[in-house]
């Protein structure tokens, strides 16, 4: 995002709501009841109909966004700042070290305080109209259930309580929201380049009539430490444009994929708090 009067970098978007012990996404535990007449579950008194801007009624295992202002609705007033890709530190070392015969050289830099938009995470956990049955990341693998194995609906709070007690994510979106759950932190140490060596003892070289040889083994990056899933940041990709510095567009995601049965989601035209 960019702001007059803001640093270029500013991250806006939602906050995935895990407030007063919440997982980010509605459970059983927020419900009365399932009406079978019209399909859909009775939220508990002073619960968003809608914990997503786009007008989706909430059911159990639906995304849930915090309601920034308190007027009910989760729309783009709910939207603030959620991370920044300026680094608060940037640095580098690049040093030589040599004993006796042996020699060594380290190439490494660090980047420490920035952002980084992990778009992999929105994009491979939801299933728009586009790609409603392609695979999603294995993160959604522990995702909260509303089907039965066997495709059925689940209608009884204490059935989805059974089944979902160890779930940890919600079931996939239907659209794609950049929320705070997909910004992670971006610092990293990379060691660009290592090169040990051994100079041969002029006692050999002399004899084979050579002034002077040496073993030497090089690598390239072979240390990145970062926090990020499935991306390395600081890499091969950099932006075009510091408006897209932060951001982690498309890359193959570095974890495993399965298809995942989308869930009956009704639609409600007008998301208020009752």
């Known amino acids: 995002m ?15 709501d895990y407030t007063n012990g919440r997982q980010g996404f509605y459970t059983a535990a927020d419900f009365e009841s399932y009406n079978a007449a019209t399909q859909r579950w009775v939220l508990k008194a002073g619960q968003l109909l809608s914990g997503t801007p786009d007008g989706l009624a909430a059911q159990p295992g639906s995304l849930r966004l915090i309601d920034q202002n ?22 580098g070392l690049n040093q030589q070290f040599t004993y006796k015969g042996f020699d060594a050289s380290v190439f490494l830099n660090f980047v420490v305080g920035n952002d980084v ?14 790609t409603v049955y392609s695979n999603v990341l294995d993160v959604m693998s522990t995702r909260y259930r509303t089907i039965e194995a066997d495709g059925s609906l689940i209608t009884s709070l204490s059935r989805l309580q059974e089944v979902n007690q160890n779930a940890t994510i919600w079931t996939p979106t239907r659209n794609y929201f950049l929320h705070s759950w ?24 002399t004899r084979a ?9 090089d690598a390239e990056q072979p240390l990145h430490l970062h926090q990020i899933h499935g991306l390395r940041p600081g890499g091969e990709h950099p932006p075009r444009h510091a ?25 409600i035209s007008h998301p208020l708090a009752i």
């Open 2 to 16: 960019a702001r007059v009067g803001q640093p270029v970098g500013q991250m806006y978007g939602y906050v995935t």
């Open 209 to 217: 009539k050579v002034e002077q040889a040496a073993l030497l083994r």
């Open 243 to 267: 408006a897209h510095a932060g951001r982690g567009l498309r890359r193959l995601p570095a974890q495993p994929r399965h298809p995942v049965r989308p869930e009956p989601i009704p639609l």
């Open 182 to 205: 997909a910004i992670e932190d971006g610092s990293f140490l990379r060691v660009n380049n290592l090169t040990l060596g051994y100079t041969l003892p002029k006692t050999l070289t």
């Open 70 to 91: 308190k007027d009910g609705v989760i729309d783009d007033k709910d939207q603030v700042v959620i991370g920044n890709a300026n680094p608060k530190m940037v640095g």
């Open 117 to 130: 938009y992990n778009a992999n995470k929105i994009e491979f956990t939801s299933n728009t109209a586009n």
